[in-house]
C-alpha cells in the first residue's frame, strides 16, 4: 500500500485522552528544541567568527536536544557498538525524521542533505543552524561539492548520509545509491578515507503496528509528528554501529555501495528490523 492521507491507518490517529500527550510532549519538545536553537545560534555568533566551520561547542547542544528529545517523548534509545573516531563519512538507512535526532544523539555528526531541505520551514531552519552540508542532484557540482566534503573533513567533522535516498516504511532497507559514494573516491579523499555503515532499528510496543515510526510514500510530517507524540506506551530506537572501512579498500563506488548495504541491512534483521523482500521503492 502507498501512504493515502485520506486513510490513516489504526496506528497514526490520535484518539481522546492521547491529545492530552501531544499537548504535553509537544510543548516541552518544542521549547527545549527551538531554545536551544536560540542558544545555539547566539553561541554560534562567537564560535563562527574565532572557528569558522570548526564547531568546538554547537555540536555538544544539538546532542544534549537530541538525547533529551527521546526522554521527553519516553522513547528508549540503545546504542550497540562504538562510534569511529576521527573524521570520516557515516551511512545509515533512513526511515523518518526520527534518525536526525538518533544519530545525532550518540556522536556529533553532519548531516548531508539535498538542497531543497534548506528552504523546508521549521526542518530547514534547524538543518542550516547544525551545520547540515546541502548538495544539489547535478554531476555539474560534482568538483564544487567534492571541495566541500574536503573542507569539512579536514574541521574533523564526520559527514553523515542516506543512501537509500529516501525514508522506508522502518521494515527494510532499500539498495544504496551507487553515485552517491562517486565523491569518496577523489584522488584527494580516497587515499585516507573510512566509512562507517550504521543500522538503525525502530521496535514499536508490543502490540502496535510495526509501521508505527516509519515515514514513507506521501506520509505528512504533521500526521507522523502528531502519531508519534501521541503514542503511550513508546517503543524503542536501536543505533547499531558496525566496523568502519577504508574507501581505498575498493575498486569502485558500486562495489562500496554493495558493501555497506549489506552490513547495515544485516544489522537491520539481527536487531529487530523486518527481514521484507528487496522492492527498491520505498513503499511497501
Same mark, same amino acid.
Given at each position: 500500500?502507498?501512504?493515502?492521507? $485520506?486513510?490513516?491507518?489504526?496506528?497514526?490517529?490520535?484518539?481522546?485522552?492521547?491529545? !492530552?500527550?501531544?499537548?504535553?510532549?509537544?510543548?516541552?519538545?518544542?521549547?527545549?528544541?527551538?531554545?536551544?536553537?536560540?542558544?545555539?545560534?547566539?553561541?554560534?555568533?562567537? &564560535?563562527?567568527?574565532?572557528?569558522?566551520?570548526?564547531?568546538?561547542?554547537?555540536?555538544?547542544?544539538?546532542?544534549f536536544?537530541?538525547?533529551?528529545?527521546?526522554?521527553?517523548?519516553?522513547?528508549?534509545? &540503545?546504542?550497540?557498538? #562504538?562510534?569511529?573516531?576521527?573524521?570520516?563519512?557515516?551511512v545509515?538507512?533512513?526511515?523518518?525524521?526520527?534518525?536526525?535526532?538518533?544519530l545525532?544523539?550518540?556522536?556529533?555528526?553532519?548531516?548531508?542533505?539535498?538542497? &531543497?531541505?534548506?528552504?523546508?520551514?521549521?526542518?530547514?531552519?534547524?538543518?542550516r543552524?547544525?551545520?547540515?552540508?546541502?548538495?544539489?542532484?547535478?554531476?555539474?557540482?560534482?568538483?564544487?561539492?567534492?571541495?566541500?566534503?574536503?573542507?569539512?573533513?579536514?574541521?574533523?567533522?564526520?559527514?553523515?548520509?542516506?543512501?537509500?535516498?529516501?525514508?522506508?516504511?522502518?521494515?527494510?532497507?532499500? #539498495?544504496?545509491?551507487?553515485?552517491?559514494?562517486? #565523491?569518496?573516491?577523489?584522488? $584527494?579523499?580516497?587515499?585516507?578515507?573510512?566509512?562507517?555503515?550504521?543500522?538503525?532499528?525502530?521496535?514499536?510496543? $508490543?502490540?502496535?503496528?510495526?509501521?508505527?515510526?516509519?515515514?514513507? !510514500?506521501?506520509?505528512?510530517?504533521?500526521?507522523?509528528?502528531?502519531?508519534?507524540? @501521541?503514542?503511550s506506551?513508546? !517503543?524503542?530506537?536501536?543505533?547499531?554501529?558496525?566496523?568502519?572501512?577504508?574507501? @581505498?579498500?575498493? $575498486?569502485?563506488r558500486?562495489?562500496?555501495? #554493495?558493501?555497506?548495504?549489506?552490513?547495515?541491512?544485516?544489522?537491520?534483521?539481527?536487531?529487530?528490523?523486518?527481514?521484507?523482500?528487496?522492492?527498491?521503492? !520505498?513503499?511497501?
Amino acid at each position: 500500500m502507498t501512504w493515502q492521507s $485520506d486513510d490513516i491507518p489504526p496506528s497514526h490517529r490520535v484518539r481522546g485522552w492521547a491529545w !492530552g500527550l501531544v499537548v504535553l510532549r509537544g510543548v516541552v519538545v518544542g521549547t527545549l528544541t527551538f531554545g536551544c536553537l536560540a542558544l545555539l545560534l547566539l553561541v554560534r555568533l562567537v &564560535e563562527r567568527p574565532l572557528c569558522g566551520q570548526g564547531r568546538p561547542v554547537t555540536p555538544h547542544i544539538t546532542q544534549f536536544v537530541c538525547r533529551s528529545a527521546f526522554v521527553l517523548m519516553g522513547i528508549r534509545f &540503545e546504542r550497540i557498538g #562504538a562510534p569511529m573516531a576521527g573524521p570520516g563519512a557515516v551511512v545509515a538507512n533512513h526511515t523518518s525524521w526520527l534518525d536526525i535526532f538518533a544519530l545525532n544523539a550518540s556522536k556529533r555528526i553532519y548531516f548531508v542533505s539535498k538542497s &531543497e531541505v534548506a528552504g523546508w520551514p521549521g526542518i530547514g531552519w534547524l538543518a542550516r543552524a547544525t551545520g547540515t552540508v546541502f548538495i544539489a542532484r547535478d554531476r555539474r557540482d560534482a568538483h564544487a561539492q567534492v571541495e566541500v566534503f574536503r573542507q569539512r573533513l579536514g574541521h574533523g567533522h564526520k559527514l553523515l548520509f542516506f543512501p537509500e535516498g529516501t525514508s522506508t516504511d522502518g521494515r527494510q532497507v532499500l #539498495a544504496f545509491k551507487p553515485t552517491l559514494f562517486a #565523491a569518496f573516491f577523489d584522488e $584527494d579523499l580516497r587515499a585516507d578515507l573510512s566509512i562507517q555503515p550504521v543500522s538503525v532499528v525502530y521496535v514499536a510496543p $508490543d502490540g502496535v503496528d510495526e509501521l508505527l515510526y516509519g515515514w514513507w !510514500g506521501d506520509m505528512d510530517f504533521g500526521t507522523h509528528l502528531l502519531a508519534t507524540l @501521541a503514542q503511550s506506551p513508546q !517503543g524503542r530506537v536501536r543505533v547499531v554501529y558496525h566496523d568502519p572501512v577504508r574507501v @581505498a579498500d575498493f $575498486d569502485g563506488r558500486k562495489a562500496l555501495a #554493495a558493501h555497506l548495504e549489506r552490513v547495515v541491512r544485516a544489522g537491520h534483521s539481527a536487531h529487530g528490523g523486518g527481514n521484507l523482500p528487496q522492492r527498491g521503492d !520505498g513503499i511497501v
